[in-house]
């Protein structure tokens, strides 16, 4: 890694309810590749994606302690500008939640929302990322329909090109082909692959299949702790630490 | 076997009888109210009834549309004071406030609900009608008793608060946060969120609310009939005073009524409430399905 990591986290702890969720992660996140955070259920995966755009925030008695840089700036700042923040990365969750508005206006949300775009731009803006999704050809005759009329694999399509059209740096995924249909996924999967060219990328999955296929980087945590960190076929195929090896094989999950 | 199913058989048909019951109950009041307002109504036309300001019952003049605009007033008044306040303390409650915060202040709320409404009628001519007396009136017209169509919808939008607030909170709270959480990560704020998202996903709701408010201060009587002042005139301000149709029911019926058709008359107020409260509850649902569907999902 040559230039600054998009995402660096420095001692984060995160404690709700008085668990203590996440012990001291200390990681760089590499840029315009795809890291995949791999884990057991319950292990802190989503928590620790989570904490990079403070959507912690909302989870009631949260307490966070270290540092997560983004670009530089510790987010945690109490002057940190969390929208600012937050526009820079993209987050697709495990089931598409499309706004209750047209396809449209799903992905004109973010840019009406962070200035007033003129028409033709929104028009040019909205077909860039539909067409960047794969969508466009099928929802370009009825844009003014509700996206809840979607299929759940066009609908999770459209979360992404919701989240594009902030012009993010990074993406995030909760597990996002989670509610998917075997096709969906394969499209969803893809888009990540190509995307990785322009947008550092970091997936939650519990699925090493799809790690394996997506991910260039792997983040193994357990029990709220980063147990390895490399490169995807190193982890999977040669891991250096037991736990590692032991979840590798599908003896922890 | 057969005993079984046979048992089965006969509770669901038990059932669907006691349904229809209460559902006929509907239909027989309604009846009720018509054949018992068939003097008045023969006396004079509907459009009379309804078009008349002239409320002499000595000598057989029945207007009712003071009543009406009486009803139609303090209603429409205690809703505008009642609507805004609410959603306020809604969104508040269920998107700011603490969960600490929300354990007290909910049940307080909820208490408001079981307050019987003739103590909100004391409050009323206590404190709500000398402050429209000294403290509102004074700035808009020249002199007002504070018994006023004002009075009763300030009391009227206290009483409808907590039935507001606490089914628009409940609808607030199946908003999944994930739908909100993809909002924020857009960048947009919390309260850009409410605005553009919550609010719109919420609408059905807050239409349901605002009907079943609606309809229970149509039909509330005593709190109001306490407050407003009760001359059988057209208000033409908030500080003139209404007589509002469940009053003029309460006020009336059993006395008097050695005038003739008197009886019957009250018996068409009765039908009139019943009537706008029918109609005001059929074009509420039609409204609320037009909005479900436009924004299902």
């Known amino acids: 890694m040559t230039s600054t990591p998009h995402i660096s986290v420095q001692n984060l702890n995160v404690h709700i309810a008085n668990q203590h969720i996440l012990k001291d992660i200390s990681i760089n996140i590499p840029n315009k590749k795809v890291t995949s955070i791999i884990g057991p259920s319950g292990c802190g995966k989503t928590t620790l994606l989570k904490s990079f755009n403070r959507l912690l925030d909302n989870t009631p008695d949260v307490k966070i302690t270290g540092k997560v840089l983004v670009d530089g700036e510790d987010i945690y700042d109490p002057n940190a500008e969390i929208t600012h923040i937050r526009k820079k990365m993209g987050l697709l969750s495990q089931r598409p939640y499309p706004l209750p508005m047209s396809i449209y206006d799903n992905v004109a949300y973010g840019p009406r929302i962070h200035g007033n775009p003129k028409k033709a731009e929104l028009d040019e803006l909205v077909e860039t990322q539909l067409k960047a999704t794969g969508l466009w050809n099928e929802v370009k005759d009825r844009l003014k329909a509700p996206a809840s009329k979607l299929s759940i694999g066009q609908q999770q399509r459209l979360c992404l090109a919701r989240g594009l059209a902030v012009e993010p740096e990074i993406i995030l995924g909760d597990e996002s082909t989670s509610a998917l249909d075997p096709t969906s996924t394969h499209i969803i999967e893809d888009l990540f692959i190509e995307l990785k060219e322009k947008y550092s990328i970091v997936l939650v999955t519990h699925i090493l299949r799809q790690a394996r296929r997506v991910s260039d980087y792997i983040i193994f945590v357990y029990m709220g702790k980063i147990i390895e960190f490399g490169p995807t076929e190193e982890v999977l195929l040669n891991p250096k630490q037991e736990l590692t090896k032991e979840y590798v094989k599908g003896f922890i999950s | ?297």
């Open chain 2, 1 to 297: 076997m057969q005993l079984r199913l046979i048992k089965d058989k006969i509770i669901s048909k038990l059932m669907l009888v006691f349904t229809l019951a209460s559902v006929s109950l509907v239909i027989i009041i309604g009846v009720g109210l018509y054949y018992r307002s068939l003097p008045v109504l023969n006396n004079s036309s509907w459009g009379q009834l309804l078009s008349s300001s002239v409320w002499k019952p000595m000598k057989g003049l029945f207007g009712f549309y003071p009543f009406i605009m009486g009803t139609l007033w303090v209603t429409a008044i205690s809703i505008i004071i009642a609507l805004p306040l609410c959603l306020l303390t809604s969104f508040y409650l269920s998107e700011y406030a603490h969960t600490r915060v929300k354990r007290i202040l909910i049940p307080f709320v909820n208490l408001l609900s079981g307050i019987p409404p003739v103590i909100f009628g004391v409050w009323g001519v206590l404190f709500i009608v000398p402050l429209v007396q000294n403290h509102i009136a004074p700035h808009f017209v020249e002199y007002s008793t504070g018994y006023s169509v004002l009075a009763g919808g300030l009391v009227l939008a206290v009483m409808i608060f907590p039935l507001i607030v606490s089914i628009v909170n409940e609808v607030l709270n199946t908003i999944p946060q994930e739908l909100k959480d993809a909002s924020l990560a857009l960048g947009a704020t919390k309260w850009e969120t409410i605005k553009k998202v919550t609010i719109r996903k919420a609408l059905p709701g807050i239409v349901a609310a605002t009907v079943l408010a609606i309809s229970r201060a149509f039909g509330e009587t005593i709190a109001v009939l306490m407050v407003c002042g009760n001359n059988a005139i057209v208000p033409h301000s908030v500080f003139d005073t209404g007589y509002p149709l469940p009053a003029l029911i309460a006020n009336n019926y059993g006395e008097m009524m050695s005038i003739p058709l008197y009886d019957s008359a009250l018996m068409f107020a009765a039908l009139l409430l019943f009537i706008i409260i029918l109609l005001f509850n059929v074009i509420s649902r039609i409204i609320l399905n037009r909005l479900e569907r436009n924004l299902a999902g």
